[in-house]
């Protein structure tokens, strides 16, 4: 059973930057699509950035030339740097594991942009 925790959420003002952090364990991670989702409130869940085992990255286009992914297979992690944070990037944010036809989630952390 593959585990995902996230960390590096909390509070920042626009224009700030954050780090956030996805621990995984449970199984060969290296095999895995990693990425971020975000829910904000009353907002369906969305896509923030995948990457895929070759590399490939896609993102979202409100986060694009903002925020980017990346991963280390030996420690078996996943990142994701958000620059240039706007009010609207608040929400929670969930990483994301995936291999053949399953999915797995991490539990959240919150990235709140104000001043």
């Known amino acids: 059973q593959v585990q995902l925790v996230e960390s590096g959420g909390g509070l920042v003002q626009p224009g700030g930057s954050l780090r956030l952090s996805c621990a995984a364990s449970?199984?060969?991670?290296?095999?895995?699509?990693m990425g971020w989702f975000r829910q904000a409130p009353k907002k369906e869940r969305e896509l923030v950035a995948t990457?895929?085992?070759?590399?490939?990255?896609d993102y979202g286009n409100s986060v694009k030339g903002r925020f980017t992914i990346s991963r280390d297979n030996d420690k078996e992690m996943v990142y994701l740097q958000m620059n240039s944070l706007k009010p609207e990037d608040t929400a929670v944010y969930y990483c994301?594991?995936?291999?053949?036809?399953?999915?797995?989630w991490g539990q959240g952390t919150q990235v709140t942009v104000s001043s």
């Open positions: 449970g199984g060969t991670f290296s095999r895995y699509a």
């Open positions: 994301y594991a995936h291999h053949l036809w399953r999915d797995w």
């Open positions: 990457m895929t085992v070759d590399g490939t990255i």
